[in-house]
């Protein structure tokens, strides 16, 4: 999935789920997600591990595999200018919402404490994505 000449920068499991539980699906979303994934249909609808690649050009996202712990089946990617996220939140659980541009599905995103070295890519993945810029009023 990499690109030729990509840099991959820090690789990071979080839990991703749907800001709002009931996802509707539209023609809008379904456009949006085959556009953005190269084709690939794929819809959070609940909260999951996931490992996310951040790599100068894009995120990519992969299902935690359960057997040996480490990144499993890719899922889809998406442009790195094409993703923002909130200022993120929270102490024990750091909490922040992930927005890809021409979709409309919040992304959650939380990275857990444990194991302490999961956390810390975890905190180096967020900090390497850029923030939503708030319209001053």
Not at 44 to 70: H, K, S, V
Not at 79 to 96: D, N, S
Not at 100 to 129: C, E, F, N, Y
């Amino acid at each position: 999935m990499l690109q030729p000449g990509e840099t991959p920068e820090v690789i990071g499991m979080v839990k991703v789920g749907s800001v709002k539980k009931a996802v509707g699906r539209s023609v809008a979303l379904g456009v949006a997600t085959a556009v953005l994934s190269g084709g690939t249909m794929y819809s959070i609808t609940t909260q999951r591990e996931l490992y996310l690649l951040l790599t100068d050009r894009q995120l990519l996202f992969f299902e935690a595999d359960a057997y040996t712990g480490g990144p499993g089946k890719a899922l889809f990617a998406v442009p790195r200018g094409y993703v923002a996220i909130t200022e993120p939140k929270g102490g024990f659980l750091v909490k922040t919402e992930l927005r890809i541009h021409g979709w409309d599905q919040v992304l959650a995103l939380t990275v857990a404490p444990l194991p302490p070295s999961m956390r810390k890519k975890g905190l180096r993945l967020l900090a390497g994505l850029p923030r939503l810029q708030v319209a001053a009023a």
